[in-house]
T-cell receptor
């Protein structure tokens, strides 16, 4: 099992550019989560999907952020246009079921820097 | 509203010494509590969890945690720290159903040889 795979590991972009972060969850996991980690705000849940359907996007900071899950093995988080305050580490995580007995498996994250 | 407080931002211990990382939570009902560890450049890994029952729970890597309802605490302990335990540790509480975890700010652990 390769675990949750995120790409790229690092992304540096200029303000105003579009950024796309990618995630491949563990095969067979029905739930996928996007988290953002910053020094100021810690770890925040942005959005999560169940069986490819977005369930709760209340953590998405603003309309510049969008997430999709076109199939069970792929998800994207897009920021358009990007701003310096979006600089953070973005984590994708997946779990088998929607209960706490099913642990979250995190990817290694994408470190985004917007200049 | 649910919240998690980790009072110690940074802790340094000597290798072989005992460790206790503090976590206090605010939650109206019986909480679901977790400890995660994050090594540099890595995602978070679950150390242990508490749902109900025995208030002392054992986890991986020799860690344990004790749930104390009267103190709203879920402190993480290890009797003898190894250099490889240097990492950041996050306490979390389950909120709003099964799929929302609220994380504390984290405690960064440094281990001196």
């Amino acid at each position: 099992d390769a675990g949750v795979i995120q790409s790229p590991r690092h992304e540096v972009t200029e303000m105003g550019q579009e950024v796309t972060l990618r995630c491949k969850p563990i095969s067979g996991h029905d739930y996928l989560f996007w988290y953002r980690q910053t020094m100021m705000r810690g770890l925040e849940l942005l959005i999560y999907f169940n069986n490819n359907v977005p369930i709760d996007d209340s953590g998405m900071p603003e309309d510049r952020f969008s997430a999709k899950m076109p199939n069970a093995s792929f998800s994207t988080l897009k920021i358009q246009p990007s701003e310096p305050r979006d600089s953070a580490v973005y984590f994708c995580a997946s779990r088998v079921k929607g209960d706490y007995n099913s642990p979250l498996h995190f990817g290694n994250g994408t470190r985004l820097t917007v200049t | 509203a649910q919240s998690v407080t980790q009072p110690d931002i940074h802790i340094t211990v000597s290798e072989g010494a005992s460790l206790e990382l503090r976590c206090n939570y605010s939650y109206g009902a019986t909480p679901y509590l977790f400890w995660y560890v994050q090594s540099p450049g890595q995602g978070l890994q679950l150390l242990l969890k508490y749902f109900s029952g025995d208030t002392l729970v054992q986890g991986i890597k020799g860690f344990e945690a004790e749930f104390k309802r009267s103190q709203s605490s879920f402190n993480l302990r290890k009797p003898s720290v190894h250099w490889s335990d240097a990492a950041e540790y996050f306490c979390a509480v389950g909120s709003g159903g099964y799929n929302k975890l609220i994380f504390g700010a984290g405690t960064r652990l440094a281990v001196h040889p």
